[in-house]
């Protein structure tokens, strides 16, 4: 037997604002918009979608999911996704990696990471 991860679902307000943060920052397309759903397609075939589907309330306290962006241009990353309207947050290194804590426009965090060359 195989199993895979085929799609991540983000809950959010504006589905299609949270897809076209997405698909900019990852330089993917809109591939379906129906309802209460927007899906980011895969560049590669063994990338999961990003589904984001629009609920009425937020969830409530700490996220218990989150992205995490590989780059190979950190700085050029992070300019990218404020210029797409996310914000800052603190930069952590811990176990011999480190990362950049960001949040996309309604506030949920995902972080970047420079992958080693």
Known sequence: ?????????????????????????????????????????????????????RVAEPTPGKARIHVDVHTDDLASATQRALDLGATQGEDVSEHGMSWRVMRDPEGNPFCLSQHPA
Request: charged share 25%.
């Open 1 to 53: 037997m195989r199993t895979w991860v085929n799609n991540v679902t983000i809950d959010c307000a504006d589905a299609d604002a949270q897809a076209a943060f997405y698909a900019a920052l990852l330089d993917r397309e809109v591939v379906w918009q129906e309802g209460a759903w927007v899906v980011v397609g895969r560049k590669e075939p063994n990338e999961p979608h990003l589904v984001f589907q």
